[in-house]
């Protein structure tokens, strides 16, 4: 059988399939991405931003839940923050 009826699928099944140490991963690629990881700074590697509920413009800062309810916390930034009732709403900052 020739060359090319093997890369068409035709032929013995163990010249078509990989072996099954072919299919497996590579550890060194693994440990390649992990010491990137490492290397670069965390601070320059990408991560998400709560946007504000309220304005939907603002990047938020502060969790805001009823004081009624105690399961509910939506983010706010700042300046949203500044107009809610303090008497009805907790606010606490992002960490705390």
């Known amino acids: 059988m020739s060359d090319m009826g093997l890369l068409r699928g035709r032929g013995h099944p163990s010249a078509v399939m990989p072996s099954a140490a072919a299919r497996q991963k590579r ?3 693994t440990t390649m991405v992990s010491l990137l990881h490492k290397l670069i700074a965390p601070g320059l590697l990408p991560h998400t931003v709560h946007l504000c509920m309220h304005c939907r413009a603002n990047p938020a800062g502060f969790w805001v839940s009823s004081k009624s309810a105690q399961a509910v916390r939506r983010p706010w930034c700042l300046s949203c923050c500044d107009t ?3 008497d009805r709403y907790d606010v606490v900052r992002f960490g705390s």
């Open 84 to 86: 809610l009732d303090q």
């Open 27 to 29: 550890p060194g690629s």
